[in-house]
């Protein structure tokens, strides 16, 4: 699904809101998820479709980096063998935005953002590509979006004997992104994603550290001199300088680990 803002870890240790981001999101009609979309019902699918919808509209609708544009360089080689993974079969774009964000969809899409890249390493790009990717796995997406949809848009056809949930109008759709932005995950699918991003740095053979500096990075955005203008993260998201000693922790256990520092 589209996983925006404070579904992320980046947009959640920002503190950027939707008001405040250039980043658009989608508000036309999607019918993509309508059949079969209860709450009982609700599949890996479902959430494929109705993210395919949202990313189509979102990539019509953000500049996104043409293929000669160095962001889309940078990117498609640094992805290049990650073009499936786990069995999930990705695509990849650059929105040329100023939010530092990215997020991965049920469907497979993963958005970087070019002021991520700016601020990240080949390999921290790769730690934060991992984290989103297991929230998918994991099926926090699919889990996400099902109750967004729910609270936003369907809760006559969610108690429907049919089986059917109606259409999203625009407002609907708006509704649901609004309340998607709203959403969060808990420290324990948090802890479960970046444990996937460590993991999927280690199997193939990238710097498992990667990960504790762009935790480190995040840390340093949301406090210090930067704090009138980045908010701490949210209590019930794990604290980004606590995230990278667990790295470092694990790291440690299994003999991979390296100094480093913020750069």
């Not at 936003?152 to 429907?160: I, L, T, V």
């Not at 999203?168 to 420290?187: D, I």
């Amino acid at each position: 699904m589209f996983r925006l803002s404070a579904i992320t870890l980046l947009f959640l240790a920002t503190g950027i809101t939707a008001t405040q981001a250039q980043f658009k999101i989608n508000a036309k009609t999607v019918s993509a998820a309508s059949k079969g979309a209860t709450a009982a019902t609700f599949s890996d699918a479902d959430a494929a479709k109705l993210a395919k919808e949202a990313v189509d509209w979102m990539d019509a609708h953000n500049p996104v980096a043409a293929d000669d544009d160095p962001y889309t360089v940078r990117l498609n080689k640094l992805v290049a063998k990650h073009q499936e993974e786990d069995g999930l079969k990705l695509n990849f774009k650059v929105y040329k935005v100023i939010d530092i964000n990215a997020f991965a969809c049920a469907d497979g899409s993963v958005r970087v953002f070019s002021s991520l890249m700016d601020m990240m390493t080949d390999e921290e790009l790769l730690s934060v590509i991992g984290h989103e990717i297991g929230h998918v796995k994991n099926h926090d997406t699919r889990d996400a979006i099902r109750q967004a949809y729910l609270r936003s848009a369907a809760k006559d056809a969610a108690g429907s004997q049919s089986g059917a949930a109606a259409a999203l109008t625009e407002s609907q759709l708006g509704a649901l992104a609004n309340s998607l932005l709203e959403s969060k995950y808990s420290r324990k699918q948090e802890s479960a994603a970046d444990d996937y991003g460590y993991e999927m740095l280690k199997k193939h053979g990238y710097n498992v550290m990667s990960m504790a500096s762009a935790f480190q990075k995040l840390a340093d955005l949301s406090g210090g001199e930067k704090q009138s203008k980045m908010e701490k993260m949210k209590s019930s998201h794990p604290d980004s300088g606590a995230r990278a000693k667990e790295v470092e922790e694990k790291a440690k256990k299994d003999g991979l680990y390296k100094a480093t520092a913020a750069k």
